[in-house]
């Protein structure tokens, strides 16, 4: 494996260890949002004070999804794909946004 995809690995187990959202393995905290139409999912778990969503693209061509979060403000923790993406900053809870998915992406947020 390449050392880009090694670093991507470890930051991805540096965020389960250090965010109690991703660390608690109760079902009751995950909620899952399926987007058939452009083959997307979003997993969304839940701590006492925090919030992660994982946002994942699974389509050969570029897709956009509207999705609200809750709670917030929200913030891009990881992202395969950030030199092919508009620029995310916090995003504010509760309003619809829309998220371009490039072609089989990876986007973590979190509160």
């Known amino acids: 494996p390449n050392a880009t995809l090694l670093d991507w690995y470890r930051t991805l187990l540096r965020l389960r ?31 006492t004070d925090e919030s992660v969503a ?11 999804i509207e999705l609200t979060l809750p709670g917030g403000p929200w913030s891009v923790l990881l992202d395969s794909h950030a030199g092919e993406r508009h620029a995310i900053t916090m995003l504010g809870a509760g309003h619809p946004i829309e998220i371009t998915l490039p072609a089989r992406s990876v986007l973590v947020l979190g509160t």
């Open 54 to 64: 994982v946002v994942l693209g699974f389509d050969d061509d570029t897709r956009t």
């Open 17 to 47: 260890r250090a965010r109690p959202a991703l660390a608690l393995l109760d079902p009751a905290s995950v909620r899952t949002d399926v987007f058939e139409e452009q083959r997307a999912l979003v997993v969304l778990r839940e701590a």
